[in-house]
């Protein structure tokens, strides 16, 4: 069976330093892969996705960036956080006309 | 453009009650709807989905939910609401076309059960 995994699953991070976070799914091959961020417990905004090794689709413009070094390997980075990057960030896998699975999640809080 | 709204913030029901979490849908052709469930400080759980076929969908934990085309609605229900559905509930259509790989998603419905 395939899982997904997170971490770190809390971070505390001052304004200004840099961020890795790190996403990973087993038992499956070439999946699609997602970061969200989630604000105050609610809506989700889509940041990037990820068709394939390399491929990043950037959604919102911002301080974000993302990597797919490996095929099920996804990672969320900052050289710089601010206090608006704050929040709960969540990364999914998916395939084919098949619905998303989510990770545990990291809570992100910058101080 | 594709998009979602789920008109309500907040449902509250007694347990025992039947419950309903509203959603209703933009999007040109078939969608793909799915209904996803988020406890607090969790990742979102995979409820049910509707691609094609029957109207009523049934899903995890006893929850279905409803495809209207003409009314473009896709409600969540459960005949017999516990206190444990307590939760927050995301709808989410897929993209079409060039943002087939995308999946959009509401606002959410706190959902509060009471004893």
């Known amino acids: 069976s395939q899982t997904i995994h997170q971490w770190p699953a809390t971070l505390v991070q001052p304004v200004g330093s840099p961020l890795s976070l790190e996403c990973t799914v087993e038992?499956?091959?070439?999946?699609?892969l997602y970061w969200y961020r989630q604000a105050a417990g609610r809506g989700l905004q889509l940041l990037f996705y990820?068709?394939?090794?390399?491929?990043i689709s950037s959604e919102v413009p911002q301080n974000l960036s993302a990597s797919r070094p490996q095929d099920r390997q996804f990672i969320l980075s900052s050289k710089k956080l601010l206090l608006s990057d704050s929040g709960f960030y969540l990364c999914a896998w998916g395939q084919g006309m098949d619905e998303q699975y989510f990770g545990p999640g990291t809570r992100l809080t910058v101080t | 453009a594709q998009s979602v709204a789920q008109p309500e913030d907040q449902v509250n029901v007694a347990e025992g009650n039947p419950l309903t979490v509203k959603c209703t849908y933009s999007?040109?052709?078939?969608?793909?709807l799915f209904w996803y469930v988020q406890y607090p400080n969790r990742g979102l759980q995979f409820l049910l989905k509707y691609i094609t076929g029957d109207n009523l969908v049934k899903g995890s934990y006893g929850f279905e939910a409803e495809f209207n085309k003409s009314q473009t609605s896709f409600h969540l229900k459960k005949p017999s609401a516990l206190v444990s559905d307590s939760a927050l509930y995301f709808c989410a259509v897929r993209g079409k076309w060039g943002n087939f790989n995308k999946f959009y998603f509401g606002s959410g419905t706190k959902l509060n059960v009471k004893p």
């Open positions: 038992g499956t091959s070439n999946p699609n």
């Open positions: 999007v040109s052709g078939n969608p793909y």
């Open positions: 990820s068709v394939g090794i390399g491929q």
